[in-house]
């Protein structure tokens, strides 16, 4: 299996593409935010011209109204490199974000999946005492996980409240449990390393180009939905600025500025992944693509 990491706007999907069609291969999405339907332009999803050339796998299969964790991914995966090696073609997983890869390669904590209702429960909670109110209330109930976490923090406390919840069981406690690999494989591990200068120039402009081709609509579209504000799509890169533009709080170009600020402030974090979570993969450079796809190759018939 080939897996292709990187950050946003580095050029993963055509190079996955190119490999695609000299090993006849098929695009397995590794993003968090192109599983969803509702942002094709704005997440940068691949164009229908590059799915029907080759085959693409799950990318806009969830709707936005829905909130798709890495553990719900990772069963999505895992079915689909099963069908794609039952067909005897190569799975290509590709995207930016990093602990999809890891919940594949290395397995994420056994916390069972949290249902709805303990989610909903414990951010009412956080809501109506305030962090710190909150964060004394977990510590009562699960202290070795308070201690962990600073009573600024809401979203962990609250993740740490509904799981002690669902399960009886404290969040440090279920983290300790080793977790396995999703899928055992003869992985060969691409993450694509440019320099931070050279993206934000291409980062910036290919914003400019979704823009163009119709982003602030699809984020109207999306407006119009009035879904809940802390699920994952709407907090997509670049949605909070221009649904913010769409209320009349700031003008169309602020937000375009302020979402290029919050893509710059994505690739850093993605970069800083790379650099400290895949330091085991290969480091390609985004200004040898052409000598990148050889490399891989190279890398492919060394492991068959």
């Known amino acids: 299996m080939l897996l292709i990491a990187g950050p946003t706007a580095s050029g993963k999907s055509a190079l996955a593409i190119d490999i695609a069609q000299r090993v006849d291969g098929e695009i397995v999405n590794a993003d968090s935010m192109q599983v969803y339907r509702d942002l094709r332009i704005l997440t940068a999803r691949p164009s229908l011209a590059d799915e029907a050339c080759i085959p693409h796998h799950l990318y806009g299969v969830m709707d936005g109204s829905t909130a798709c964790s890495a553990a719900h991914w990772t069963r999505l995966a895992v079915q689909e490199v099963n069908a794609i090696w039952d067909r005897g073609r190569l799975p290509i997983l590709v995207g930016g974000t990093g602990l999809y890869f890891k919940a594949l390669t290395e397995g994420l904590s056994a916390i069972p999946e949290i249902p709805g209702i303990n989610r909903e429960a ?160 290969n480091a390609l450079s985004t200004q040898q693509m052409k000598r990148n796809g050889k490399d891989i190759l190279s890398m492919l018939s060394a492991s068959a």
């Open 122 to 281: 414990a951010r009412v909670l956080v809501d109506e005492l305030g962090p710190a109110a909150a964060h004394a209330y977990l510590a009562d109930r699960d202290p070795r996980t308070a201690a962990g976490i600073k009573p600024t923090d809401p979203q962990r406390i609250a993740r740490a409240l509904e799981v002690v919840a669902a399960t009886g069981r404290g969040l440090a406690d279920w983290q300790e449990v080793p977790s396995q690999p999703a899928l055992v494989a003869d992985y060969v591990r691409a993450v694509l390393t440019p320099k931070k200068s050279d993206i934000t120039a291409v980062a910036d402009a290919r914003f400019d180009e979704m823009m163009a081709l119709g982003a602030l609509e699809e984020v109207r579209r999306l407006a119009e939905r009035q879904l809940d504000s802390e699920l994952p799509v709407m907090k997509a890169v670049g949605v909070p600025p221009l649904m913010a533009h769409l209320r009349g709080e700031v003008s169309l170009e602020d937000a375009v500025d302020k979402a290029k600020s919050q893509t710059r402030r994505y690739i850093k974090r993605q970069l800083t992944w790379a650099r400290t979570q895949m330091v085991s993969w």
